[in-house]
T-cell receptor, first 111, second 114 residues
């Protein structure tokens, strides 16, 4: 069963705009990860944020984590057409014996 | 490193036939995962290995599915007999850090069972 739930399911924006995707989860976690999947390809790891971190940056990506609300957000700034993909959050539990992926957010960036 | 390698990339077979999917993890990674992705169920973990030993196969849908890892550089996922509902994209992933840490995915095998 899925642990993370992404919101929205689909997002369409213009190139240059920012894209924000959210992830909610149910149980306590050790970390939360975001992955990208281009059509017909495997998942690519983007960023990992640990439960004791609140914010992390990587290039145009900014991830926040609020463990009290059991939620995370992924912000992509100055989006490009090449950012068009599905984005998944995955939670790593404390017992570290499982990792669950959400259903994903389908992002379309129009040139 | 070439990353995680999967073969074949596409497989079309008829119901009842045996299907074998193959995976070569990244060298040095001691965790290997098999996932299945469908529109209806999303990405599901089927089984994972640590140091070639199956640790959790609770995600394997039924006895028709089996997985092996005879050595650190090779794993197979077998479906026998195959059914149309097995049609999906099957991904292999590997990690050096553990189950809940960064995983590196292969390109997937797109399976169609007619």
């Amino acid at each position: 069963s899925q642990q993370g739930e992404e919101d929205p399911q689909a997002l369409s924006i213009q190139e240059g705009e920012n894209a924000t995707m959210n992830c909610s989860y149910k149980t306590s976690i050790n970390n939360l990860q975001w992955y990208r999947q281009n059509s017909g390809r495997g998942l690519v790891h983007l960023i990992l944020i640990r439960s004791n971190e609140r914010e992390k940056h990587s290039g145009r990506l900014r991830v926040t984590l609020d463990t009290s609300k059991k939620s995370s957000s992924l912000l992509i700034t100055a989006s490009r057409a090449a950012d068009t993909a599905s984005y998944f959050c995955a939670t790593g539990p404390y017992n570290n014996n499982d990792m669950r992926f959400g259903a994903g957010t389908r992002l379309t960036v129009k040139p | 490193d070439a990353g995680v390698i999967q073969s074949p990339r596409h497989e079309v077979t008829e119901m009842g036939q045996e299907v074998t999917l193959r995976c070569k993890p990244i060298s040095g990674h001691d965790y290997l995962f098999w996932y299945r992705q469908t529109m209806m169920r999303g990405l599901e973990l089927l089984i994972y290995f640590n140091n070639n030993v199956p640790i959790d196969d609770s995600g394997m849908p039924e006895d028709r599915f089996s997985a092996k890892m005879p050595n650190a550089s090779f794993s197979t996922l077998k479906i026998q007999p195959s059914e149309p509902r097995d049609s999906a994209v099957y991904f292999c992933a590997s990690s050096s850090s553990g189950v809940g840490e960064t995983q590196y995915f292969g390109p997937g095998t797109r399976l169609l069972v007619l």
